[in-house]
């Protein structure tokens, strides 16, 4: 017998196999499922059963990701995610618009960002901000987003809670 969760789109399989014993992990087509979830970056909600659930994914898996708004029109691409490793927080998606020129880059606040995991994107509200208005820079030079005036900038831009709040 297998169990699907829809918020994570995971197929857990409860029969037992000798030769694969590991769940199988499905994403069902964009057709079946087209829900956005909350920002992941809000508390997540447990699942019921065992294992580590939904609000669990690997980053190289993300980085596929496009960014959309919530038309489901293109805005960029990810291109990394930014962790603050004191507070083990998702803090900024760096993502390379659609448009822009090549090797610019814009950082994105996590909760600025919903989540569409079976859709493969993230959705920023565009009527809270235009990403292509947004504070930019090259890709060979970084800003020091460790500066606290640069974050309250980029969080004030994107109308986001600060991730340390």
């Known amino acids: ?8 789109g995971i197929v857990y399989d409860s029969e037992s196999h ?4 590991a769940p199988a992990r499905v994403i069902p087509p964009a057709d079946k499922i087209a829900a956005v979830e909350t920002s992941p970056g809000s508390p997540a909600v447990a699942e019921t059963g065992s294992g580590p659930g939904a609000c669990l994914a690997a980053v190289d898996e993300l980085q ?10 293109a ?3 990810v291109h990394s995610f930014i962790v603050d490793l004191h507070q083990g927080r ?3 998606v760096v993502v390379a618009l659609e448009g822009a020129p090549s090797g610019q880059l814009t950082a994105v606040p996590w909760h600025a960002l919903a989540h569409a995991p079976h859709e493969r994107r993230f959705v920023l509200n565009r ?4 990403p292509s208005t947004a504070p930019s820079f090259d890709a060979a030079a970084w800003p020091d987003m460790s500066q606290c005036d640069w974050a309250r900038t980029l969080h004030d831009f994107y109308q986001a809670r600060p991730y340390w709040q």
């Open 75 to 77: 805005l960029g691409k």
């Open 18 to 21: 000798t030769d694969d014993p």
């Open 127 to 130: 009527t809270q901000a235009d």
């Open 90 to 92: 998702m803090a900024y």
């Open 64 to 73: 596929c990701y496009a960014l959309t708004d919530t038309a489901n029109q």
């Open 1 to 8: 017998m297998s169990t699907w969760n829809l918020n994570s």
